[in-house]
């Protein structure tokens, strides 16, 4: 398996720019989380998905952020309009529902968001 | 709500010694327990897991942790680090309320050669 796959790796764009960062899961994983990390708020969930179903948005920042997952293998993040706070590290992971749903989740490389 | 707390922020280590970094967690409910690992540039990797059973668990790359309930504590530990081990650590919760894992702030872990 390629495990969980991120584009792009790395996006410098202008203040005020749409931004699209894609993500496509493990096949057969049923939940799907997007992260960011920055230096001042560390790791933290953006959304999650279980069965392409958004569950939990409470940590998307504002209404600038929006996520889908139009189905089980693909999941987008978009930010419009992008300002510079929004650099960050975005990380998408995906899991199972073994274990309740507490499983393990495998991250992809993440994309590298530059906002000038 | 969920926190977890990890004491260490920047530990510097020789070749050969000792390793153990701390990690508390806040949520008095079931939990699962992780290690990840985040090598310079690269993504997060899971070292090691804790659900359910033995509270002592083997890693990866010789990496141990012990769950204590009472102290809701999940430490970290290797007995002889390497300089390959130098990355940052990260401790993370999952409970039953919420299937997203909640991470401690990491401990950036520098071995000297």
């Known amino acids: 398996d390629a495990g969980v796959i991120q584009s792009p790796r790395h996006e410098v764009t202008e203040m005020g720019q749409e931004v699209t960062l894609r993500c496509k899961p493990i096949?057969?994983?049923?939940?799907l989380f997007w992260y960011r990390q920055t230096m001042m708020r560390g790791l933290e969930l953006l959304i999650y998905f279980n069965n392409n179903v958004p569950i939990d948005d409470s940590g998307m920042p504002e209404d600038r952020f929006s996520a889908k997952m139009p189905n089980a293998s693909f999941s987008t993040l978009k930010i419009q309009p992008s300002e510079p706070r929004d650099s960050a590290v975005y990380f998408c992971?995906?899991?199972?529902?073994?274990?309740?749903?507490?499983?393990?989740?495998?991250f992809g490389p993440g994309t590298r968001l530059t906002v000038l | 709500a969920q926190s977890v707390s990890q004491h260490n922020h920047h530990v510097i280590l020789s070749e050969a010694a000792s390793l153990e970094l701390g990690c508390n967690y806040s949520y008095g409910g079931t939990v699962n327990l992780f290690w990840y690992v985040q090598y310079p540039g690269q993504h997060l990797q899971l070292l090691l897991k804790?659900?359910?059973?033995?509270?002592l668990v083997k890693g990866i790359k010789g990496f141990e942790a012990e769950f204590i309930k009472s102290k809701f504590s999940f430490n970290l530990r290797k007995p002889s680090v390497q300089w390959s081990d130098t990355a940052e650590y990260f401790c993370a919760v999952i409970n039953t309320g919420r299937r997203a894992l909640t991470f401690g702030s990491g401990t950036r872990l520098q071995v000297q050669p």
């Open positions: 992971a995906s899991s199972t529902s073994l274990h309740g749903g507490m499983n393990e989740q495998f």
């Open positions: 804790y659900f359910s059973g033995d509270p």
């Open positions: 096949s057969g994983h049923d939940y």
